[in-house]
């Protein structure tokens, strides 16, 4: 999906996780962040600026659906 005008392009790195899920962003400017799981049940809600890390430990292995203004992108937790 392209990036909504007005919402920086946020990088989120590793893809797949495993315990901890970054995302950066060339800009310090505020955007909300909701990360749901495969069922659509919302597991993070939190604003993002710059840099932000995410503890996904204690989340299942799986396919989950990151929400960032009107963009989604796919990401993967594996747990060995």
Known sequence: TDPE?????????????????????????SVPVRIFDGAGRLVWEGMHSGATQINTSAWPSGRFVLRCGNTNRTLFIHHP
């Open 5 to 29: 005008p007005g919402v920086p392009e946020v990088a989120v790195y590793p893809n797949p996780a495993n315990d901890v899920l970054n995302l950066q962003s060339e800009s310090n400017e």
